[in-house]
């Protein structure tokens, strides 16, 4: 069993930065793949951002590449996701997310292959 909680979320205006954590419980967080994902108001939660169990290997959608960025410390059971050149279409509801399934290097990519999730963090952005 693994909980996760996000943090970091907020109020910004466009252009800025904000960093999001995800803290898990648990002695197991680097046996588990981590994803970012996030849920506009009348749209399909998307995945937007993964990780790999040691970190060596990430994706990125297309909508955030070069302007986010995801990192975990498995020392801290934390994950990260520094979001940067902010635009009024992030504003969203943002989750963490832990996957069991697939080998080391794997990064899943949908969200029906994450076990456990957060409760989430808002994020808007003002133009």
């Known amino acids: 069993q693994v909980q996760l909680v996000e943090s970091g979320g907020g109020l910004v205006q466009a252009g800025g930065s904000l960093r999001l954590s995800c803290a898990a419980s648990g002695r197991t967080f680097s046996s588990y793949a981590m994803g970012w994902f996030r849920q506009a108001p009348g749209k399909e939660r998307e995945l937007i951002a993964a990780?790999?169990?040691?970190?060596?290997?990430?994706y990125y959608a297309d909508s955030v590449k070069g302007r986010f960025t995801i990192s975990r410390d498995n020392a801290k059971n934390t994950v990260y996701l520094q979001t940067n050149s902010l635009k009024p279409e992030d504003t969203a509801v943002y989750y963490c997310?832990?996957?069991?399934?697939?080998?080391?290097?794997?990064?899943?990519?949908?969200?029906?292959?994450?076990?456990?999730w957060g409760q989430g963090t808002q994020v808007t952005v003002s133009s």
């Open positions: 997310a832990a996957s069991n399934s697939g080998g080391y290097y794997n990064t899943p990519q949908t969200g029906n292959r994450y076990d456990y």
């Open positions: 990780i790999n169990r040691s970190g060596s290997r990430t």
